[in-house]
């Protein structure tokens, strides 16, 4: 079984600064693609940042230039750095990660998996 823990949401001032992080435990043999979305009530989910397994970053044209994801494949974690934070990323943050897992002998599949997120709030 795969799990991921957020942390390091929490209230900030209109263009401070946060840092979310989110680790992935468990059983399982890789992980391909890790990202974090956001969502607000009434709204659907929608991609903040993106990084694959070899590095390469992808990012909504509304955080991008103010947030920074990279991750550590060797403590399968992987952040989100925020700064100058707008009343507009109010929401509530998750982590995603695409994972292989071994079904049985050699075989494998790959699944996406879910924080339960991490309540950020700019407001001042």
């Known amino acids: 079984q795969v799990q991921l823990v957020e942390s390091g949401g929490g209230l900030v001032q209109p263009g401070g600064s946060l840092r979310l992080s989110c680790a992935v435990s468990?059983?399982?043999?890789?992980?391909?693609?890790m990202a974090w979305y956001r969502q607000v009530p009434g709204k659907q989910r929608e991609l903040a940042a993106s990084?694959?397994?070899?590095?390469?970053?992808n990012y909504a044209d509304s955080v991008k230039g103010r947030f920074t994801i990279s991750r550590d494949s060797a403590n399968n974690t992987v952040a989100l750095q925020m700064f100058r934070l707008k009343p507009e990323d109010t929401a509530v943050y998750y982590c995603?990660?695409?994972?292989?897992?071994?079904?049985?002998?050699?075989?494998?599949?790959?699944?996406?998996?879910w924080g339960r997120g991490t309540q950020v709030t700019v407001s001042s």
């Open positions: 995603n990660a695409k994972v292989a897992t071994i079904v049985w002998g050699n075989v494998r599949r790959v699944d996406g998996y």
């Open positions: 468990g059983s399982f043999v890789t992980i391909y693609s």
């Open positions: 990084i694959t397994d070899g590095g390469s970053t």
